[in-house]
Nanobody
Framework: QVQLVESGGGLVQAGGSLRLSCVAS????????MGWYRQAPGKQRELVAN??????NYADSVKGRFTISGDNAKNTVYLQMNSLKPEDTAIYYC??????????????WGQGTQVTVSS
């Protein structure tokens, strides 16, 4: 059973930074897709950033402020968040997928970590 554990969330003032970590219970190399989603109360869960086929992708709302990266040796994916805004407040979830034929064959989720940005 694959487990993903997020950490690094917390309280921060607008303009501040946080670094989220997601540690997998095994090598992240086997995943074709690793990413970060977030969900705020009353809103849909949205994809924030991901790594797929060696390339990074970002939602327009975070482009230029957030950076996703991975460390295979540590089985960890990171999300560096800079210039945080109150609208970034949400629960952030780590996600890992095994893709086959372009579809998710297996999908795994972490428990989530709360990020709160004060104005």
């Amino acid at each position: 059973q694959v487990q993903l554990v997020e950490s690094g969330g917390g309280l921060v003032q607008a303009g501040g930074s946080l670094r989220l970590s997601c540690v997998a219970s095994g090598s992240i190399f086997r995943f074709n897709f690793m990413g970060w989603y977030r969900q705020a109360p009353g809103k849909q869960r949205e994809l924030v950033a991901n790594i797929r086929s060696g390339s990074t992708n970002y939602a327009d709302s975070v482009k230029g402020r957030f950076t996703i990266s991975g460390d295979n040796a540590k089985n960890t994916v990171y999300l560096q968040m800079n210039s945080l805004k109150p609208e970034d407040t949400a629960i952030y979830y780590c996600n890992a997928q095994v893709l086959r034929g372009g579809i998710a064959y297996n999908t795994y989720w972490g428990q989530g970590t709360q990020v709160t940005v004060s104005s």
